[in-house]
């Protein structure tokens, strides 16, 4: 028999994982139901008609689709096989595929249950995503995405509390050095417009927001390879070493794209968060405009966010954007939305590189009863008042031998064992000892759960 395994790019959770994952989720998820959004949840394999078209050639491929049930190749006709074109016959045996992301998901839900909620509705989901990506540092086949969407208002006010949505979360989780980039497709739109490829704007975003993997001279190659002309890539080329702060950049813009309503659209939208922002202030995050941020989703209008911890090797760690018209593809038009989506899987091996996870007593067990085998009522007894304390406590199940009962402690890192021997049930003053500094303490009942309780 083979060794068990499981895909590549997917992962188990043992328990002290699981316990920290939890820790991340519920800060995100307290964060959330500050701001006023709320709880929704989707299935998590859509229609393949409801994601295929809507993440770009690029994403599209990345789109784990379902094969039918039965047999699946039965009502494929005989020429679609013969020409082995995988892309040809896939609507004929696959009608369903994993989610790719929760916003594409979100817009159909907004669309199919719109009498239902009330606009503008904001909403969480925590929930996981599959891409077919190449494994790798950060980058999973099965990830969560912590995703919150304002859909149903235009207002501007919304890319400001996003902006501060990220920086509460981030800094809650102990990240210090964090950067928010933002941009603004319009401003992308622009770009292409002032260098006549307006045509070719979704060429020429995917290739600009490579430019910190591949460098400019890989993004000019990009280019090329998709017909852009030279004369063009020579005005997009300046993009690629702007300097300064947030005004100086956005003032070499305003000069740049003043031929462009759509591009001088997009900087005064920028300009709007930064002044809120200005305003309002931020705790840890460094908001940041980087000209050169597209972001490959199709679907962006307006703003588009990207997050990095400055300190970290990872990638990104959160991102999102402003959809105009994101619900006009299920058949509801003129709903604009805006959202962002937090990396749990990225953020997890940002706060564990960082040694920021704090201390988890309180989610594991605190307290293990040493069982020698005497009067199990009153230990199960003792038992029951520690847990009506809110004290998480265990009884050693056997009274198996006292080196496997601590090694048992030791093994699930339970902070302090108490001893149940015969002399202790009878007196009521029971030896409890510090798993960690090897103290051991006469104690009643009463004292220890002074000492334990939350």
């Known amino acids: 028999m083979s060794k068990p395994s499981i ?22 998820k307290k964060s959330f139901i500050k701001f006023g959004f709320l709880p929704i949840e989707t299935p998590c394999m859509e229609n393949t008609s409801t994601l295929m078209g809507k993440y770009g050639e690029e994403g599209d491929k990345l789109i784990f689709k379902i094969l039918n049930s039965g047999d699946f190749l039965s ?97 809650n ?82 000069r740049m794209l003043s031929n462009s309503e759509m591009g001088m659209k997009g900087i005064e939208e920028l300009e709007y968060v930064f002044e809120k922002i200005n305003l309002l202030g931020l705790e840890n995050a460094i908001l940041e405009f980087d000209v050169t941020l597209a972001r490959g989703l199709n679907y962006y209008t307006g703003a588009i966010f990207e997050v990095k911890a400055n300190n970290v090797s990872i990638g990104s760690i959160c991102g999102g954007g402003r959809y105009d018209d994101l619900t006009g593809i299920f058949g509801l038009k003129g709903i604009s939305g805006v959202g962002i989506s937090f990396g749990a899987d990225r953020i997890y091996d940002v706060v564990e590189e960082l040694q920021l996870f704090p201390s988890f007593s309180s989610e594991t067990t605190q307290l293990l009863l040493i069982n020698f085998g005497e009067d199990e009522n009153k230990s199960l007894q003792i038992l ?14 056997t009274d198996a031998k006292l080196k496997k009962q601590m090694s048992y402690a030791d093994a699930k890192n339970i ?26 303490t006469q104690m009643n009942i009463i004292e220890i759960i002074e000492k334990l309780k939350p």
């Open 173 to 254: 989780l102990g990240i210090k050095d964090f950067t928010i980039k933002i941009n603004n497709r319009k401003i992308l739109s622009g770009i292409a417009e002032i260098t006549g490829m307006s045509d070719k704007i979704i060429d020429i975003t995917v290739a600009i927001d490579k430019l910190d993997k591949i460098g400019a001279e890989g993004v000019i190659k990009e280019l090329r390879e998709k017909e852009i002309p030279d004369s063009a890539i020579d005005k997009i080329k300046p993009l690629f070493e702007l300097k300064g702060n947030n005004s100086e950049i956005i003032e070499v813009m305003k």
């Open 415 to 440: 902070p302090y064992v108490l001893f149940l021997g015969e002399e202790e049930l009878k007196s009521g003053s029971f030896n409890m000892k510090n798993m960690v500094s090897g103290e051991q």
């Open 384 to 397: 029951n008042q520690f847990r009506k304390s809110n004290i998480n406590t265990e009884l050693y199940p």
């Open 7 to 28: 895909p590549k790019g997917t992962r188990d959770f043992l328990p002290a994982t699981m316990v920290k994952r939890n820790y991340i989720f519920s800060t995100i």
């Open 75 to 171: 009502k494929v006709d005989e020429q679609s096989l013969s020409e082995k074109n995988s892309n040809g016959i896939l609507s004929q045996i696959s009608e369903k595929a994993l989610r790719y992301d929760l916003t594409v998901p979100f817009a159909r839900f907004v669309v199919q249950n719109q009498n239902e909620i009330a606009f503008p509705f904001k909403r969480y989901q925590i929930q996981p995503v599959w891409r077919a990506d190449r494994p790798q540092k950060g980058r999973y086949r099965e990830f969560y995405q912590c995703d919150a969407d304002v859909v149903g208002s235009d207002a501007l006010i919304y890319e400001v509390e996003l902006v501060q949505l990220f920086d509460e979360v981030l800094s």
